[in-house]
């Protein structure tokens, strides 16, 4: 089912964004190095924090957005954190992939927030966004995260 959905992306001229777990990461690598068409892996692909960035599961993560269809969206802090807010433990994270593949970040709140159904742990949006700035301190940074890479990406989609 999933190389039929691969095709009809190709054929459509679309790019598939998937939500998975870290730990499938590396079982799943060989056949995402392999896929035709722009993948865009959501939220940090749930890496944990707790784990940090050697880990293997974030080293597969960084090998995949080595490769020119690869793609990251920078959503999600508040999912992954295992500290909360101000979401320190997904910072570095966040530099690194801008590191490896600044031409292939994207950035979201993640508004609405779905499958957050008690209030009391909705996260605060302008906090994300106050984030942005500190994943990409330089403004010419955030531009390309937040303009000019998803131009690129969507341009003739």
């Given at each position: 089912?999933?190389?039929?959905?691969?095709?009809w992306?190709?054929k459509?001229?679309?790019?598939?964004?998937?939500?998975?777990?870290?730990?499938?990461?590396?079982?799943?690598?060989?056949?995402?190095?392999?896929?035709?068409v722009?993948?865009?892996?959501?939220?940090?692909?749930?890496?944990?924090?707790?784990?940090?960035?050697?880990?293997?599961?974030?080293?597969?993560?960084?090998?995949?957005?080595?490769?020119?269809?690869?793609?990251?969206?920078?959503?999600?802090?508040?999912?992954i954190?295992?500290?909360?807010?101000?979401y320190?433990?997904?910072?570095?994270?966040?530099?690194?992939?801008?590191?490896?593949?600044?031409?292939?970040m994207?950035?979201?709140?993640?508004?609405p927030?779905?499958?957050?159904?008690?209030?009391?742990?909705?996260?605060?949006?302008?906090a994300?966004?106050?984030?942005?700035?500190?994943?990409?301190?330089?403004?010419a940074?955030?531009?390309?995260?937040?303009?000019?890479?998803?131009?690129?990406?969507?341009?003739?989609?």
């Open positions: 089912l999933f190389q039929r959905v691969v095709e992306a190709h459509l001229g679309w790019c598939l964004e998937l939500h998975m777990a870290a730990d499938d990461l590396p079982k799943l690598a060989p056949e995402l190095e392999r896929i035709p722009p993948v865009m892996i959501d939220h940090f692909a749930r890496v944990d924090p707790a784990q940090g960035i050697g880990h293997s599961n974030f080293r597969t993560l960084l090998d995949l957005v080595r490769l020119p269809h690869v793609w990251v969206k920078l959503t999600g802090a508040d999912r954190t295992r500290v909360g807010p101000p320190d433990d997904v910072v570095p994270f966040a530099h690194a992939l801008i590191a490896t593949a600044p031409d292939r994207l950035w979201g709140t993640d508004w927030h779905s499958g957050i159904f008690d209030a009391r742990r909705m996260p605060n949006d302008g994300l966004l106050n984030l942005l700035a500190r994943f990409a301190p330089e403004q940074m955030r531009r390309r995260i937040l303009v000019d890479n998803p131009a690129r990406l969507f341009a003739d989609r």
